[in-house]
T-cell receptor, first 112, second 110 residues
Framework: EAQVTQNPRYLITVTGKKLTVTCSQN?????MSWYRQDPGLGLRQIYY???????DKGDVPEGYKVSRKEKRNFPLILESPSPNQTSLYFC???????????FGPGTRLTVL | RKEVEQDPGPFNVPEGATVAFNCTYS??????FFWYRQDCRKEPKLLMS???SGNEDGRFTAQLNRASQYISLLIRDSKLSDSATYLC???????????FGKGTRLSVIA
């Protein structure tokens, strides 16, 4: 089944404890992206990647890192999480220039 | 001015009603336009693309007005299952990222 998977789906952590949210797609998509969604603010792009080893900042990259060592994986790293990073995170992928992005099921992160 | 603006709603309508959402975009160079649907606590999914000539998919009709830089979505004969948030999405073309509006929430009531 073609899909984007994220892990974990739910995470409660404490300030300063490094964490990684994994994202994997099995559709051979070049383009992958991370968004966060907060009430009243909609979806905001954190980072995106056009292909392996190519990453770019989105609208809200501060406090996040990403890597794209393989085509299928695009992990989101929070080196020192803070409470303002409590949010719902979505990973998405598509073919480059495609009209449709496929989203993962979301990761709900709470930073205490 | 925000790139993509939508009325957040909520729109509360009875079953069977016709409801329309509008969305405006600021960048006149935008090339591609879409409506995505997002159910509560779920991921967004593509509902339909929006073409210059307007397009219809069952009870859903999408229109694009490039001169006024707005996009609309019309839902006829609303069903309870149409209750969701509808996201207006714009793209400048090429390899540029999609730009999402904040969404319009629709509740269809029995």
């Amino acid at each position: 089944e073609a899909q984007v998977t994220q892990n974990p789906r739910y995470l409660i952590t404490v300030t300063g404890k490094k964490l990684t949210v994994t994202c994997s797609q099995n559709m051979n998509h070049e383009y992958m992206s991370w968004y966060r969604q907060d009430p009243g603010l909609g979806l905001r792009q954190i980072y995106y990647s056009m292909n392996v080893e190519v990453t770019d900042k989105g609208d809200v990259p501060e406090g996040y890192k990403v890597s794209r060592k393989e085509k299928r994986n695009f992990p989101l790293i929070l080196e020192s999480p803070s409470p303002n990073q409590t949010s719902l995170y979505f990973c998405a992928s598509s073919f480059r220039g495609a009209r449709e992005q496929f989203f993962g099921p979301g990761t709900r992160l709470t930073v205490l | 001015r925000k790139e993509v603006e939508q009325d957040p709603g909520p729109f509360n309508v009875p079953e069977g009603a016709t409801v329309a959402f509008n969305c405006t975009y600021s960048n006149s160079a935008s090339q591609s336009f879409f409506w995505y649907r997002q159910d509560c606590r779920k991921e967004p999914k593509l509902l339909m693309s929006v073409y210059s000539s307007g397009n219809e998919d069952g009870r859903f009709t999408a229109q694009l007005n490039r001169a006024s830089q707005y996009i609309s979505l019309l839902i006829r004969d609303s069903k309870l299952s149409d209750s969701a948030t509808y996201l207006c999405v714009v793209n400048m073309g090429g390899n540029t990222p999609l730009v999402f509006g904040k969404g319009t929430r629709l509740s269809v009531i029995a």
